[in-house]
Structure formats: structure tokens, C-alpha cells
């Protein structure tokens, strides 16, 4: 967890250039991008289960 949040910590100081009127380390947009990165995280697995049928879960 350390290294993943010193890598979006890196990662948001990288893309200040890129942001307008905002630091890369605001807090807000910080837990933006984390809650973003936890959705794609979560988004894969949740449809390859949701294609699984339930009877062939159950065996």
C-alpha cells in the first residue's frame, strides 16, 4: 500500500503541468483519483462473475 501511494504521490506531482489551477497534491483530487483507480480495480472482476452462472458457481 506504501508503494502505491508513493507512486500516485510521484504521479501527481508529474501531472501538475497538466492541471489547471490545481496541484497534483490537492487532497480532494487526490481521493478523486484513488477512488477512480478502486472502481477500474473492482470493474474486471465484478463482470467476469457477473458471467458465471450461478448453478455452475454452486458445484
Known amino acids: 500500500m506504501a508503494l502505491g501511494l ?15 489551477r490545481v496541484s497534483g497534491a490537492d487532497p480532494v483530487s487526490f481521493a478523486a483519483a484513488i477512488a477512480v483507480a478502486a472502481l477500474a480495480a ?3 472482476p465484478a463482470v467476469r462473475a457477473a ?9
Open 6 to 20: 508513493t507512486g500516485a504521490w510521484a504521479l501527481g506531482r508529474a501531472l501538475d503541468a497538466f492541471l489547471f
Open 42 to 44: 473492482t470493474l474486471l
Open 51 to 59: 458471467k458465471v452462472s450461478p448453478a455452475a458457481a454452486l458445484r
